[in-house]
């Protein structure tokens, strides 16, 4: 099936399949937090299985087991750097999260900010892309003598766009870092980051090797997980993101950095395999050769390989050719195919955030934050309903089998910016897995939810804990 901009959409049929790949739906668990995390696929954990059979550390080894490791892990760098259009992996590194991946940045630069440069992010971003920052200004380079500012580009409250007039009166030729989240996990919003990179590369700040411009960080965590990423596109410096948002189990965040900054950039953790073969002496230590630069230490090598295979799974599940299955290989992974998965994935899950906007808008004293009905949010929708506590809410969908989550999802100064007291809202959000009855049995919980909250006050949860319904 296509929608009228041609872009293929699922079919309950090919829907009701993918779920079956899944261990949730047979505990009828309604799953609708999957900003915060997505649900691992039964498949993943096969493969880990069969994995374990050879398993060995990798860049370590002699024997058949390790250097099938190696590939094995060799080529998830390979099938990364494919699906967010990277031009190898000699630009990534592994992390443990999208936290971790943007603290390198912080610290591998740290030594390059000259007294008098600033930091430039919004107030619409994770902790993430926000609190490394204010530490570096406020907390770590005053102890070396050095004054940094880090400023704050503001949102317009009705809509959630970035204010791209305030961004571009920050940056100015002492900007010599932007930082913008590619999409809101609580507003939704998804900033044109075009628009972003044109302002930081006509600041005018001079680099240290004599080329003008700010460099762009972007925050993708949420925008990987619901759309193609294309870091050529966006010409991003650094790009971040973490798999436990797209299918994969916990434990893995990528940094994308261009080349020539990996090239000139110090190392963000020292010790082995970072080094060149044999290079270390007590005056002089060589660096190994990119992406490995970057990789201090075991990685964490079960997770990279799980990582790099529910991508490619991912594009059998939502793919067109059902003939041509990508998981379980190292076949180089085609370009159009990850487009097309992603580009499914992003019209399945928009049409089910419009749904939920549709449907909890409706509901009497409630507020949908961010863009309106309509138009392009990442799949989430985060809301308050007069007069009643999120957390309360976000419990009464639990005793509903309604999975969300309240709190300020780490978008803690958007919060306060939006005079939000406490910090909190109640946030439901969509992937591919989920069906328009997910959507629709949520929104009636927030119906039921509000409209008799001591109703659910006494309630137990639902209990998706005990033994599954047997298989069909
Ligand atoms: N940035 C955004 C926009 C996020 O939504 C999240 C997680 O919710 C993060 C960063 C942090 O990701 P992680 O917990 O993998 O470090």
Same mark, same amino acid.
């Given at each position: 099936?296509?929608?009228?901009?041609?872009?293929?959409?699922?079919?309950?049929?090919?829907?009701?399949?993918?779920?079956?790949?899944?261990?949730?739906?047979?505990?009828?668990?309604?799953?609708?937090?999957?900003?915060?995390?997505?649900?691992?696929?039964?498949?993943?954990?096969?493969?880990?299985?069969?994995?374990?059979?050879?398993?060995?550390?990798?860049?370590?080894?002699?024997?058949?087991?390790?250097?099938?490791?190696?590939?094995?892990?060799?080529?998830?760098?390979?099938?990364?750097?494919?699906?967010?259009?990277?031009?190898?992996?000699?630009?990534?590194?592994?992390?443990?999260?999208?936290?971790?991946?943007?603290?390198?940045?912080?610290?591998?630069?740290?030594?390059?900010?000259?007294?008098?440069?600033?930091?430039?992010?919004?107030?619409?971003?994770?902790?993430?892309?926000?609190?490394?920052?204010?530490?570096?200004?406020?907390?770590?380079?005053?102890?070396?003598?050095?004054?940094?500012?880090?400023?704050?580009?503001?949102?317009?409250?009705?809509?959630?766009?970035?204010?791209?007039?305030?961004?571009?009166?920050?940056?100015?030729?002492?900007?010599?870092?932007?930082?913008?989240?590619?999409?809101?996990?609580?507003?939704?919003?998804?900033?044109?980051?075009?628009?972003?990179?044109?302002?930081?590369?006509?600041?005018?700040?001079?680099?240290?090797?004599?080329? =003008?411009?700010?460099?762009? +960080?972007?925050?993708? @965590?949420?925008?990987? !997980?619901? #759309?193609? $990423?294309?870091?050529? /596109?966006?010409?991003?410096?650094?790009?971040?993101?973490?798999?436990?948002?797209?299918?994969?189990?916990?434990?893995?965040?990528?940094?994308?950095?261009?080349?020539?900054?990996?090239?000139?950039?110090?190392?963000?953790?020292?010790?082995?395999?970072?080094?060149?073969?044999?290079?270390?002496?007590?005056?002089?230590?060589?660096?190994?050769?990119?992406?490995?630069?970057?990789?201090?230490?075991?990685?964490?090598?079960?997770?990279?390989?799980?990582?790099?295979?529910?991508?490619?799974?991912?594009?059998?599940?939502?793919?067109?050719?059902?003939?041509?299955?990508?998981? =379980?290989?190292?076949?180089? +992974?085609?370009?159009? @195919?990850?487009?097309? !998965?992603? #580009?499914? $994935?992003?019209?399945? /899950?928009?049409?089910?955030?419009?749904?939920?906007?549709?449907?909890?808008?409706?509901?009497?004293?409630?507020?949908?934050?961010?863009?309106?009905?309509?138009?392009?949010?990442?799949?989430?929708?985060?809301?308050?309903?007069?007069?009643?506590?999120?957390?309360?809410?976000?419990?009464?969908?639990?005793?509903?089998?309604?999975?969300?989550?309240?709190?300020?999802?780490?978008?803690?100064?958007?919060?306060?910016?939006?005079?939000?007291?406490?910090?909190?809202?109640?946030?439901?959000?969509?992937?591919?897995?989920?069906?328009?009855?997910?959507?629709?049995?949520?929104?009636?919980?927030?119906?039921?939810?509000?409209?008799?909250?001591?109703?659910?006050?006494?309630?137990?949860?639902?209990?998706?804990?005990?033994?599954?319904?047997?298989?069909?």
């Amino acid at each position: 099936m296509s929608d009228a901009q041609g872009v293929r959409t699922l079919a309950a049929r090919e829907l009701e399949l993918i779920r079956t790949e899944f261990a949730f739906p047979l505990r009828e668990r309604i799953v609708t937090n999957n900003a915060a995390s997505t649900q691992p696929p039964l498949a993943l954990f096969a493969l880990l299985r069969d994995v374990s059979e050879t398993y060995e550390n990798v860049h370590r080894g002699q024997s058949d087991a390790s250097i099938r490791t190696t590939e094995m892990f060799e080529a998830s760098f390979d099938t990364i750097a494919t699906w967010i259009n990277a031009p190898s992996r000699r630009t990534l590194s592994m992390h443990r999260s999208t936290t971790e991946a943007i603290n390198s940045v912080m610290y591998s630069l740290m030594a390059d900010f000259r007294d008098g440069d600033n930091v430039v992010t919004t107030l619409m971003e994770h902790n993430s892309n926000y609190v490394p920052w204010h530490a570096l200004c406020r907390e770590i380079l005053p102890r070396f003598g050095r004054s940094v500012q880090c400023r704050l580009a503001r949102f317009d409250h009705e809509t959630g766009e970035l204010d791209l007039a305030h961004l571009a009166s920050l940056v100015d030729e002492r900007t010599k870092l932007v930082c913008c989240t590619g999409g809101s996990n609580f507003l939704g919003t998804k900033p044109p980051l075009d628009a972003v990179r044109a302002i930081a590369s006509a600041s005018g700040y001079r680099r240290p090797d004599g080329t =003008r411009g700010s460099l762009l +960080l972007v925050d993708a @965590a949420q925008r990987f !997980a619901s #759309s193609r $990423v294309d870091v050529e /596109a966006l010409d991003a410096d650094f790009l971040a993101f973490s798999f436990h948002k797209l299918l994969a189990p916990f434990g893995v965040g990528i940094l994308y950095a261009k080349e020539s900054l990996r090239e000139s950039m110090p190392p963000f953790l020292y010790g082995g395999d970072m080094i060149a073969e044999g290079q270390v002496y007590p005056d002089r230590v060589e660096y190994n050769e990119l992406p490995w630069k970057f990789s201090a230490g075991t990685p964490n090598i079960l997770g990279v390989i799980a990582s790099a295979q529910a991508l490619r799974l991912l594009v059998d599940l939502v793919g067109a050719d059902p003939g041509r299955a990508w998981f =379980r290989t190292d076949d180089a +992974l085609a370009p159009e @195919a990850v487009d097309e !998965a992603m #580009s499914t $994935v992003a019209a399945h /899950a928009g049409f089910l955030t419009q749904r939920a906007m549709e449907g909890l808008s409706a509901i009497d004293g409630l507020h949908v934050y961010g863009p309106p009905l309509g138009a392009e949010r990442t799949p989430l929708v985060a809301f308050n309903v007069r007069g009643h506590s999120p957390f309360d809410i976000a419990r009464a969908l639990n005793a509903q089998g309604v999975e969300s989550r309240a709190g300020c999802h780490c978008a803690t100064l958007a919060h306060h910016e939006l005079g939000i007291e406490p910090a909190a809202s109640c946030r439901v959000s969509f992937t591919v897995y989920n069906t328009r009855e997910d959507v629709d049995l949520a929104v009636a919980a927030v119906r039921r939810a509000v409209a008799s909250p001591e109703a659910f006050r006494q309630a137990p949860p639902a209990d998706v804990l005990r033994d599954p319904a047997p298989l069909a």
